[in-house]
């Protein structure tokens, strides 16, 4: 069993920064994909970013390509999304996911096995 608790965060006006982390506890030896989406009230479940394997490509959706960066840290089990220039449209739940629970896209959230709790990301305009 893998456990996923993330943190960082926050209340943000527009064009600031925040960076999300994501620790993993538990069996993490080489899981992956690993990913980060987001939730925000009265929408579905999107796809932020993801990283598909060690050392392999990441993927974003195009919203956010060129503001946001994922990467993951094995020494210490860590995922991070670090987020600039953020805008008022990113507010949302981000949730950080780990693993895969069939063999489908790593844009779809079925796709991933284990889950973080959430961390509120608010941007002010």
């Known amino acids: 069993q893998v456990q996923l608790v993330e943190s960082g965060g926050g209340l943000v006006q527009a064009g600031g920064s925040l960076r999300l982390s994501c620790v993993a506890s538990?069996?993490?030896?080489?899981?992956?994909?690993t990913g980060w989406f987001r939730q925000a009230p009265g929408k579905e479940r999107e796809f932020v970013a993801a990283?598909?394997?060690?050392?392999?490509?990441?993927y974003y959706t195009d919203v956010v390509k060129g503001r946001f960066t994922t990467s993951r840290n094995n020494a210490n089990n860590t995922m991070s999304l670090q987020m600039n220039s953020l805008k008022p449209e990113d507010t949302a739940v981000y949730f950080c996911?780990?693993?895969?629970?069939?063999?489908?896209?790593?844009?779809?959230?079925?796709?991933?096995?284990?889950w973080g709790q959430g961390t509120q990301v608010t941007v002010s305009s």
């Open positions: 990283i598909m394997w060690s050392g392999g490509s990441t």
């Open positions: 996911a780990a693993g895969r629970s069939n063999g489908g896209s790593y844009s779809q959230p079925s796709t991933y096995r284990y």
């Open positions: 538990g069996r993490t030896s080489s899981i992956y994909p």
